[in-house]
């Protein structure tokens, strides 16, 4: 099993990442928290703008989920609110390091600092983030705050 720590050797491997997701061949099995993240992380170096990467990362999820033939119903599927909280999380991530790193740095720094899935509750009852509104429109934290910086993308 690969260290979660390192788990991309190239950018080689993060650019066939991309390129499965965005064809939709990306096995489910392999569309992983870790996978999320690295989607994210690359449509946000990639966009000019926070509001452009967000409708790059939601409408890729949509297109791969169409694709992979996995429908959104009130408790499956595309979720809006934990799109938007994890977008937010690699914003604040960005906003600390350098853009001079590779790729292969910034993906694996990304998963390491923030590989635990649980990250939401800490934000959300479960109730509000398990809700059919949070799943199809942006809901703010209802027990406590995201704390972001002010990024630049560009």
């Known amino acids: 099993m ?11 491997e993060i650019d066939s990442l991309i390129h499965a997701f965005q064809e939709g061949s990306l096995p489910r099995s392999k569309w992983t928290h870790e996978a999320h993240l690295t989607v994210a992380l690359w449509y ?3 966009s000019e703008s926070e509001p452009e990467a967000i409708d790059a990362i939601r409408n890729g999820i949509k297109r791969y989920n169409s694709v992979q033939g996995i429908e959104t119903t009130k408790d499956s ?9 994890w977008g937010r999380i ?4 960005l906003a600390g390091e350098s853009h001079n790193c590779s790729i292969v740095h910034l993906a694996n720094g990304l998963i390491a600092k923030y590989a635990e899935r649980t990250l939401p509750w800490s934000y959300y009852t479960r109730d509000r983030l398990m809700s059919a509104a949070a ?20």
């Open 2 to 12: 690969r260290n979660r720590l390192a788990i991309y050797r190239s950018p080689t």
């Open 90 to 93: 690699v914003c604040r991530y």
């Open 135 to 154: 799943r199809i429109n942006w809901l703010e934290p209802d027990l406590r705050a995201i704390e972001l910086p002010e990024v630049s993308l560009k």
């Open 44 to 46: 946000f170096l990639l």
């Open 77 to 85: 599927g595309y979720h809006e609110t934990l799109t938007l909280f």
